[in-house]
């Protein structure tokens, strides 16, 4: 009778341990799975912030010059030079950032004896191509509204009216990632974009006249 009462508790043992271990397998793939959902959703994120800073910084730069200068050819070859500088920029700035973050990374994997996840890392040079990308996607809006318009107070209009527009998407799509109430989050973005804008128009305006 013992021995089967202990054949039962060691059977009964063995079963509780497997499914101990069958839950902490299942909750490492949840949490890894989160992890990887959390990382996409930082990529994404990223690269909508870049398209929004190439959108407002050239169509801001063809505002400016448009302050001083009706020619429209001006304007749109500001407008590339914004967007060839920018994407550059962005493109080395975000090299290096990412690439001091693998150097720390994978420090410490050396460090803790596993490289074996060195490929999780993440790619200095995926990141500086996905951010140059973004960037220029956001500068072609702006130069696409003002190349085929010939009346200057209408491409003035135009650039406003599609940048407005882009704006308040990028402002849609950041709030969805971000978990933000949409209407206040696309608003902000887009009062922020009318506001540099306007000062960038203003300002240049203003100097023109003064040192002119």
Known sequence: MAEIQHHHAATLARSESKVYSMDVEKK????NDEKDY??????LRAAVLGANDGLLSTASLMMGVGAVTKDVKTMILTGIAGLVAGACSM??????SVY???DIEFAQMKRQGNISQKDK?????YAAFASAIAFAVGAFVPLLGAAFVKDYKVRL????GVVSL??????LLSA???KAPLVKSSLRVLIGGWLAMSLTFGLTKLVNHVVV
């Not at 890392?121 to 040079?125: K, M």
């Not at 209009?157 to 406003?160: D, R, S, Y």
Request: aromatic share 16%; hydrophobic share 45%.
């Open 157 to 160: 209009g135009v650039v406003v």
């Open 166 to 171: 882009a704006l308040f998407g990028f402002g």
């Open 100 to 102: 001091s973050q693998y």
């Open 28 to 31: 490492g793939e949840e949490e």
């Open 176 to 178: 969805v990632l971000g």
């Open 91 to 96: 493109a080395i700035g975000e090299f290096v």
């Open 38 to 43: 959390t990382q996409r959703a930082q990529w």
């Open 121 to 125: 890392l993440p790619n200095p040079y």
